[in-house]
């Protein structure tokens, strides 16, 4: 497999996506912490774009389910190019693969692809194509994951719950209620 | 003085270390740098990242256990630690403790939610699975807990030993 001239994929940073109670208070704490200004603030959510070491770490202010503060977990890379070998690879290593492309989460438009670990935890594999946009809905801030995947499920076997925003760039189940207005009015499905 | 930290850290939480290790290994493409019974290390190079993986009971924090910033030295834990204390966070520290299956000097802050950050050196790795088989309970969930909520919870027996906290002549 790795003789097929597959592409070798330079992945620019890891990323951490913690749900927080207060994206103020979390802010405050992080500024202290990392030693650093947050690169971008918008209402429930803020990134902080760690040099030292590379870390993509993202706040976003949604209620907690049982999954706790974890939200989800990425590997930034830098074009769709990237994004597409690294999808490949995990498609040949038996991974499923969901893809989100030209989506706008986190206020900025990203290419990218998901896989669920076996607890459920997602990670995804992305590239921003433009980043800083402006505010336009709150519903924007809890978007960048997908809907959470039940624990324990069997790969394939993606049992989904409605407990967080599954994000307007995918609609939800088959049979479900949007999870949020943006997503609703996008597919035009009830919440 | 400016400290150049190594790899952010990601301790996950999982229900069969087994089953996430075929998992990591296909999403990184690499193998882990450590296994022992109910714990497991990615050290990945790209990007840098040390994840590793911790089968014990789910909390309410979920599948996330704690995280953190490895450096490479203890100068640069401490003056991690300095540069927190100024900033007003408090700190807790761990010299010398063995966790993870390594020898490490660290300390600790609380974010608001009350996850846990830990600035790390590993002095020597990959230390023998003694700390798992054979060893009481207690030494077991020492060596791969890596944790001071962990220890101090008091939902394991590890949890009465507030002394692993400021040893080292680190007492503020």
């Known amino acids: 497999m790795e003789n097929t001239g597959a592409k070798e994929v330079q992945v620019l940073k890891a990323h951490l996506a913690l749900n927080v109670k207060s994206v103020e ?36 202010q949604v209620p907690f389910g049982e999954r706790g503060a974890l939200s989800h977990l990425g590997l930034q890379v830098a074009s769709t190019e990237d994004v597409l070998a690294m999808r490949q690879k995990w498609g040949e290593a038996g991974l499923v ?14 290419d990218k692809t998901w896989v669920h670990d076996p607890d459920g935890n997602e ?44 994000c307007e760039s995918s609609p939800p189940p088959v049979g479900q209620a949007a999870c949020c207005d943006t997503q609703a009015a996008k597919f035009n499905i009830a919440r | 003085m400016a400290i150049k930290t190594l ?49 014990r009971p789910f909390t309410d924090s979920g599948a996330l256990f704690h995280l953190g910033i490895q450096v490479t030295s203890t100068e640069d834990v401490l003056a991690m630690r300095e540069r927190w204390i100024e900033a007003g966070l408090q700190t807790r520290e761990e010299m010398q403790i063995v966790c993870g299956y390594a020898l490490q000097d660290k300390s600790w802050v609380t974010d608001p939610d009350g996850n846990e950050w ?43 030993q507030p002394e692993k906290v400021g040893i080292g002549g680190l007492k503020k």
């Open chain 2, 7 to 55: 790899k952010a850290h990601v301790a996950v939480n999982v229900r069969n270390v087994e089953q996430s290790i075929e998992f990591y290994r296909k999403l990184f493409g690499i193998e882990p740098s450590k296994s022992r019974p109910k714990y497991a290390k990615f050290d990945v190079e790209s990007p840098p990242l040390n994840l590793t993986l911790n089968e």
């Open chain 2, 118 to 160: 830990e600035v790390f050196v590993v002095h020597q790795d990959n230390l023998p699975t003694y700390y798992a088989e054979g060893a009481d309970e207690c030494s077991r969930q020492e060596a791969d807990s890596c944790s001071t909520q962990a220890m101090t919870a008091g939902t394991s027996c590890c949890g009465s």
């Open chain 1, 25 to 60: 208070r979390s802010i405050e704490f992080y500024r202290k912490m990392l030693g650093i200004e947050p690169l971008k603030v918008r209402r429930g959510y803020a990134k902080f774009d760690v040099q030292n070491p590379p870390l993509n770490l993202t706040l976003n």
């Open chain 1, 123 to 166: 990670w995804e594999v992305f590239v921003v194509l433009k980043d800083n946009l402006p505010e336009v809905s709150a519903e924007a801030a809890t978007c960048c994951a997908p809907v959470a995947v039940e624990q324990n499920v069997v790969e394939q076997n993606t049992t989904q719950v409605s407990s967080s925003c599954g």
């Open chain 1, 97 to 110: 693969t969901r893809d989100e492309m030209q989506t706008n989460c986190c206020y900025a438009t990203q």
